[in-house]
């Protein structure tokens, strides 16, 4: 009624390297497997992040990201769900396993007890006999792809920067939400 926007900052699948796995992906109709390993670091344990009020945690405030990028690759609805947890006190090393609507799969192990001489986010998507693997926004690898071995970005790509212009770009001429 009074044509405001919000707008969620699900930008993983705004990066050049969503956009190409998303094409190369295109042109196959069959059901795939994601893995994606967060490595994503400790937090003190009286971080706001923690505080399910403030922060919500680490699967609505982080791990929601990488739940939103397997919905964007895989392109159907989210059937069923399961998480399992290591036990802590934080509850912010944990499993999610996705279903999809197509019969599609994705594992998405977001582990806060990690060394930092690894990379943060690694994801593999695996299909009819090909495997794409993305190490960290940066290089992403094709195997088995018929003219396509790999990009490589000097710079990582998590995809903030084209989410704000598209952003821009609907709120200047309009236009039908991102998400």
């Given at each position: 009624r009074n044509q405001k926007k919000l707008f969620i900052g699900f930008n993983r699948r705004f990066s050049k390297?969503?956009?190409k796995i998303k094409t190369l992906l295109s042109g196959y109709d069959v059901p795939k497997a994601?893995?994606?390993?967060?490595?994503a670091?400790?937090?003190?344990?009286?971080?706001?992040?923690h505080d399910?009020?403030?922060?919500?945690?680490?699967?609505?405030?982080?791990?929601?990201?990488?739940?939103?990028?397997?919905?964007f690759i895989i392109g159907k609805k989210i059937i069923d769900y399961k998480k399992t947890s290591l036990v802590n006190k934080?509850?912010?090393?944990?499993?999610?396993?996705l279903s999809f609507e197509d019969g599609s799969i994705a594992s998405i192990n977001y582990f806060a007890n990690g060394h930092k001489s690894i990379?943060?986010?690694r994801i593999e998507i695996f299909m009819d006999g090909k495997i794409l693997y993305l190490d960290n926004f940066r290089k992403?690898?094709?195997y088995g792809w018929p003219n396509f071995s790999g990009m490589l970005s000097i710079m990582q790509d998590k995809g903030q920067t084209s989410m704000i212009k598209e952003i821009i770009?609907?709120?200047?001429?309009?236009g039908d939400p991102l998400i």
């Open positions: 390297f969503s956009k994601i893995v994606i390993n967060v490595n670091g400790k937090i003190p344990l009286d971080s706001w992040i399910l009020d403030k922060g919500g945690g680490r699967l609505v405030g982080e791990a929601c990201h990488f739940i939103d990028f397997s919905r934080t509850n912010d090393t944990f499993s999610i396993n990379s943060k986010e992403l690898k094709g770009q609907i709120l200047e001429k309009g």
